[in-house]
Nanobody
């Protein structure tokens, strides 16, 4: 089992920045692809960003490209989502996820992940 504990999030004005962290414990995090998803009220959970276990491969949804950066620190068992130039439409609950996999790939679908963090609320005021 892998436990994911998120931190960060909060209220920020449009144009501001936030960083989300996701600390993993349990099994071999270092080999697991990781992802960030978000869910706004009344909407389905959507893909935001993902990263392969080595960090060499990353993917983003189009709406956050150039503004968000996913990264990981494997010795610290932590993945990050740096969010810049935030917009009101970025307001959502954000979730990190881990996939029990040993390939150096990233994944975009929520169903492709095995473990989830507890969620972090991000509110962007305009």
């Amino acid at each position: 089992q892998v436990q994911l504990v998120q931190s960060g999030g909060g209220l920020v004005q449009a144009g501001g920045s936030l960083r989300l962290s996701c600390a993993a414990s349990g099994r071999t995090f270092i080999t697991y692809p990781m992802g960030w998803f978000r869910q706004a009220p009344g909407k389905e959970r959507e893909f935001v960003a993902a990263i392969s276990w080595s960090g060499a491969h990353t993917g983003y949804t189009d709406s956050v490209k150039g503004r968000f950066t996913i990264s990981r620190d494997n010795p610290k068992n932590t993945v990050y989502l740096e969010m810049n130039s935030l917009k009101s439409e970025d307001t959502a609950d954000y979730y990190c996820a881990a996939r029990e996999d040993y390939s150096d790939s990233y994944y975009r679908g929520p169903s492709e992940y095995n473990f989830w963090g507890q969620g972090s609320q991000v509110t962007v005021s305009s």
